[in-house]
Every structure is written in structure tokens, then in C-alpha cells.
Antibody, heavy 123, light 107 residues
Framework: EVQLVESGGGLVQPGGSLRLSCAAS????????MDWVRQAPGKGLEWVGRSRNKAKSYTTQYAASVNGRFTVSRDESKNSLYLQMNSLKTDDTAVYYC??????????????WGQGTTVTVSS | DIQMTQSPSSLSASVGDRVIITCRAS??????LVWFHQQPGRAPKSLMFAASSLQSGVPSRFTGSGSGTDFTLTISSLQPEDFGTYYCHQYKTYPLTFGGGTKVEIK
């Protein structure tokens, strides 16, 4: 069974840092793209960033709102995805989801979501 | 950035009703569109990819159509478990973007 389990959320002050983790199982982690998507309280979904697969050298892509502050990385030996968040702002308060983007129809498409971890940025 | 606009933003329907949700992209995305369903307090679940291809395990009462800029998600006979919010998502270009959501309530 494909499973994604996020951890690392919590309360942090504005300007602070936090690292989220996502443990993946049930599929070949290195073959798939992986995304972080967030959802602010009562709001819709916002894509945060992507790690491409091993064949694409795990290159990354980011939303403009987090570019330069957030970093997506992987540890292949641990089948884990990470989101390092620096210079956090109150607007970053959200549930953060780890999402697999599997190969479907020749493209990598979001298909399996973790349960999410909550980040609250507040003084 | 490609803007995704959904309509309506919310609707109320009875069990057994046919429900149609629309999604419009601000530029041509071919058929690079996914539909997600999210129940309150839960993670989104993928229903459809490539605009009209049903994800494995999703009931056949869900159908998707469209290409280019205009897309629809149809639920042929609404069931109680279909309540929640539906989102469209384009994966044609970066940044990846989502529609604002359509909240479906059961009468």
C-alpha cells in the first residue's frame, strides 16, 4: 500500500525555521516526483514545491511565494522527503501535505496524498 | 501563472441528483487537468487525471470532460459520501495551480 506520513509541524515564531519530513512507503521513491502542497485555514490548495525523480537528478521547482525561503530535498536511503522552511511568515500558517506525483499518461501527476502536518506561525 | 476558475463556488443538491462543476483555465492547458475531492478534515483524493481518465477505484458515476480551457466534472447520481469540496488542478506548466474549490453540500 502506498503511504505518505508527514511529521515536524508545530508552532514557530515569525522569522523562525522548521523542517517537515515525509516518510514514503509502498512504492519506488526514487522513480517518482514528489510535491509539497499547503492549505491555509479555511482556504484552498496551494502548491509549494517539487522534487523531480532520480532520473531528473532530483531537481527542484518552487512557488514564487516561497522561493528563496523554502527548500525541498530527499534522502533516498530513508525514503524520505523534506521541506526546510526558513524566514517563516504568518501567511505560511497552513496544513502541509506531502504528495506523490506518479507517472500517468507520460506525465508526473499528483495522485497520493499524506494526511498533512500543521504549521502555525505566530508570536 | 495559469489561473483556474471554478464555478459554482458552492452548491446544495439532493441524493440522486446530477451535479456539474466547471473549471476554466486562463490559458490553454490541453487536457492536463486533475480533479480532487476533499472531505472536511481529510486530505484530498484524486478522482480524475488527463481531464477524463478515472483514477483506479473511483466510482463510475464520476465523469470528466473538456480540453483547452474549459472542463467539467459530472456526478451522475450524487451519493452522501460525495459531500465536500472539489478542486481542479492544472499540471501543464509551473507554477502548478489549483482552482478555488466548489463546496458540495447534501440537502
Amino acid at each position: 500500500e502506498v503511504q505518505l506520513v508527514e511529521s515536524g509541524g508545530g508552532l514557530v515564531q515569525p522569522g523562525g525555521s522548521l523542517r517537515l519530513s515525509c516518510a514514503a512507503s509502498g512504492f519506488t521513491f526514487s522513480d517518482n516526483f514528489m510535491d509539497w502542497v499547503r492549505q491555509a485555514p479555511g482556504k484552498g490548495l496551494e502548491w509549494v514545491g517539487r522534487s523531480r525523480n532520480k532520473a531528473k537528478s532530483y531537481t527542484t521547482q518552487y512557488a514564487a511565494s516561497v522561493n528563496g525561503r523554502f527548500t525541498v530535498s530527499r534522502d533516498e536511503s530513508k525514503n524520505s522527503l523534506y521541506l526546510q522552511m526558513n524566514s517563516l511568515k504568518t501567511d505560511d500558517t497552513a496544513v502541509y501535505y506531502c504528495v506523490r506525483a506518479g507517472l500517468q499518461g507520460g506525465l508526473y501527476i499528483m495522485d497520493v496524498w499524506g494526511q498533512g502536518t500543521t504549521v502555525t506561525v505566530s508570536s | 501563472d495559469i489561473q483556474m476558475t471554478q464555478s459554482p463556488s458552492s452548491l446544495s443538491a439532493s441524493v440522486g441528483d446530477r451535479v456539474i462543476i466547471t473549471c476554466r483555465a486562463s490559458q490553454d492547458i490541453d487536457n492536463n487537468l486533475v480533479w480532487f475531492h476533499q472531505q472536511p478534515g481529510r486530505a484530498p483524493k484524486s478522482l480524475m487525471f488527463a481531464a477524463s481518465s478515472l483514477q483506479s477505484g473511483v466510482p463510475s458515476r464520476f465523469t470528466g470532460s473538456g480540453s483547452g480551457t474549459d472542463f467539467t466534472l459530472t456526478i451522475s447520481s450524487l451519493q452522501p459520501e460525495d459531500f465536500g469540496t472539489y478542486y481542479c488542478h492544472q499540471y501543464k506548466t509551473y507554477p502548478l495551480t489549483f482552482g478555488g474549490g466548489t463546496k458540495v453540500e447534501i440537502k
